[in-house]
């Protein structure tokens, strides 16, 4: 069983920056790919940015490319998203996932509680 830790969320208004972080138990973190996930108030769980296990490989959906930045320190078994030029759409609960996959769908691996982001107009 991975144990999986989100933290770093909370209110920004528009335009603004905030880092998440992603902290997991397990002590073959290098073994995992790692991802966020985001749900918004009445809409499913969408994907939002994909690391894989070396750090290598990384994915964004289309609505936060070039805003977001995923990654990872092994050392540390946490993984970041850095949230820059925030925007009221991007309210939501933000869900890390650990997987053996690269973990583009909404299922599957360790999931943690969540963190909300909620970002004023």
């Known amino acids: 069983q991975v144990q999986v830790v989100e933290s770093g969320g909370g209110l920004v208004q528009a335009g603004g920056s905030l880092r998440l972080s992603c902290a997991t138990s397990t002590l073959t973190f290098r073994r995992y790919n790692m991802g966020w996930f985001r749900q918004a108030p009445g809409k499913e769980r969408e994907f939002v940015a994909a690391?894989?296990?070396?750090?290598?490989?990384?994915n964004y959906a289309d609505s936060v490319k070039a805003r977001f930045t995923i990654s990872r320190a092994n050392a540390e078994n946490t993984v970041y998203l850095q949230m820059n030029s925030l925007k009221p759409e991007d309210t939501a609960v933000y869900y890390c996932?650990?997987?053996?996959?690269?973990?583009?769908?909404?299922?599957?691996?360790?999931w943690g509680q969540g963190t909300q982001v909620t970002v004023s107009s």
């Open positions: 996932n650990a997987r053996t996959t690269m973990p583009y769908s909404d299922s599957g691996g360790y």
């Open positions: 690391i894989s296990w070396s750090g290598s490989t990384t």
